[in-house]
């Protein structure tokens, strides 16, 4: 944030939309007297540059286009709302609450902290979908596309709604098992692989949790290999007794009352756009080309928040700047948050540099010799000294889910550097 270029497009981000649709975008700032002014109406292809630049900051290449409101009510997205929600808890300082009865299991947990691309996918119907072998149920999950590879790939789990049966001895033991689909035959005979099993009893209810990371890799190397999982179930004691899936509660949900039961996969990758970088500057230079492309001259490019001139003098602190997301008109594709505080740092770092200031000892002994020799030396720099990071939810183009970390996106305080 401390780059005046990179503050200028998060400015951008605070557009004004009236309920007209052709109304001009506004960028509000504060003027230094604790009054939000308009500073410049945007047109709309100013708007839609800005739109470009924010993607790209964001990591994306265009926006994903979405015909519809995204329904949240679906096991995916429900999912990852409620990982959302728990991030912007503990971002708060506050104590998570786990609203959503998807509870979070120990290694979710570990792989929530460590991870910064969390992907969801939720089950399609494949031309394989009809195919019995035996008893059992066959899922599938479009994974191609997927921003994360398999070298980022942390961990991966198949998620399975068990409904409670009506069953003699609810306490009889089970185990699923899923099975990667290697390959079938004309005879429609199934070439399966066994890469999970977890045990259940006839009566439990909730979410069933089966690693399937070495599937996943493999798919996200060779998608043409995927074929989706087999599940097939049985008693705990009895490996060669295959039971049907509606006989423990894994039949496959119906109608729109069930969406929020489907299965679904869920992957946590190490991976995504890292802000700052080594390809900033080749970014900075496609900035450059894209204004300068729209006609707009650097003194056009002038940072609002950094030109004080017209603003009354004070000492750095940190200063209002809110991001909307939603009058950006991205609702559609992004679930959460409609926008958040970004902040920036303003004001003067003059001497003496207070305790309030935040100042390091390099700017202390810069400011004394900026006294000395205020023409060779300049005065310190009011910059963050603390940042925090953001999530955002959004669906891609074919509905699956990815929640992202963003660092350093929010000032939480400033001084004098």
Not at 304 to 315: E, G, K, N, V
Request: aromatic residues 8%; hydrophobic residues 35%.
């Amino acid at each position: 944030m401390s780059d005046p270029k990179a503050m200028w497009v998060c400015a951008c981000l605070l557009l004004i939309i009236g309920s007209v649709k052709a109304a001009l975008s506004g960028l509000y700032i504060d003027n230094g007297v604790d009054q939000t002014v308009i500073h410049h109406s945007m047109t709309r292809h100013e708007r839609m540059v800005v739109e470009h630049e924010i993607l790209e900051l964001l990591g994306l290449g265009e926006r994903p286009r979405r015909s519809q409101a995204p329904p949240l009510d679906r096991s995916a997205p429900s999912f990852l709302l409620d990982v959302y929600k728990q991030l912007a808890e503990e971002h708060e300082q506050a104590r998570p609450t786990r609203s959503s009865e998807l509870a979070l299991s120990g290694e979710e947990q570990h792989a929530i902290d460590e991870s910064d691309l969390i992907m969801t996918f939720q089950s399609k119907r494949h031309h394989l979908g009809a195919l019995r072998h035996g008893h059992g149920r066959h899922v599938w999950f479009e994974v191609a596309g997927s921003p994360g590879d398999a070298s980022a790939l942390l961990t991966a789990e198949l998620r399975l709604h068990q409904s409670p049966t009506h069953s003699e001895d609810p306490t009889s033991l089970y185990t699923i098992v899923a099975h990667r689909v290697l390959n079938v035959d004309n005879m429609g005979s199934l070439q399966l692989e066994q890469v999970a099993a977890v045990n259940t009893s006839a009566g439990a209810e909730g979410w069933l949790e089966l690693n399937v990371t070495s599937a996943l890799a493999s798919w996200l190397t060779s998608p043409a290999d995927n074929r989706g999982f087999f599940i097939t179930m049985h008693p705990h004691s009895q490996p060669e007794r295959h039971i049907k899936p509606e006989e423990i509660g894994l039949d496959e949900p119906r109608g729109l009352l069930a969406e929020g039961k489907q299965p679904f996969l869920v992957a946590f990758f190490k991976s995504g756009p890292q802000l700052g970088s080594s390809d900033a500057g080749a970014r900075r230079k496609r900035e450059a080309k894209r204004w300068r492309a729209h006609g707009y001259t650097e003194n056009y490019l002038r940072n609002p928040l950094t030109d004080t001139s017209h603003w009354t003098t004070r000492s750095c602190e940190i200063q209002t700047l809110y991001v909307s997301f939603k009058d950006l008109e991205w609702q559609d594709w992004i679930i959460a948050p409609d926008g958040y505080g970004a902040f920036y740092c303003s004001g003067e770092c003059n001497f003496p540099l207070n305790a309030h200031k935040n100042a390091t000892n390099h700017a202390i002994v810069q400011t004394l010799v900026h006294l000395l020799n205020p023409t060779k030396v300049p005065k310190p720099s009011c910059a963050p000294i603390k940042l925090s990071p953001i999530s955002v939810l959004y669906y891609t183009d074919d509905s699956n889910v990815i929640l992202r970390k963003y660092k350093n996106m929010v000032v939480k305080s400033c001084g004098c550097h």
